[in-house]
């Protein structure tokens, strides 16, 4: 029996985190459209927060883009990310001669 590869294209909704700083949820996602070393930016139409997609690769997913903007803007990421930070610059304090 002979087989065959068939190329799929689903679509599926992908939700969007609101504005981390404002709440607000009118979110602006655009590229360039530039086939190679494409630049992507999501930004908040009401406060203007922005978060820039640099990929050097050959395009930047539709995916990619909105995945970028979530990890910026979810709160429990976020506060994961600060507490961390917070962690190594205790340590620093704690390495300093008394
Ligand atoms: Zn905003």
Known sequence: MKEITVNETKKRV??????????????????CGYTTFNVAWVKCLKCGHEVRVNNCDWTISQEAIDKTWNKENDPKILRHKYEQQLIEIQKKIDALPK
Do not use: Q, S, W, Y
């Not at 992908?14 to 590229?31: A, Q, T």
């Open 14 to 31: 992908v939700k969007i985190l609101p504005c981390v700083k404002c709440g607000n949820d009118d979110i602006e996602i655009k590229d």
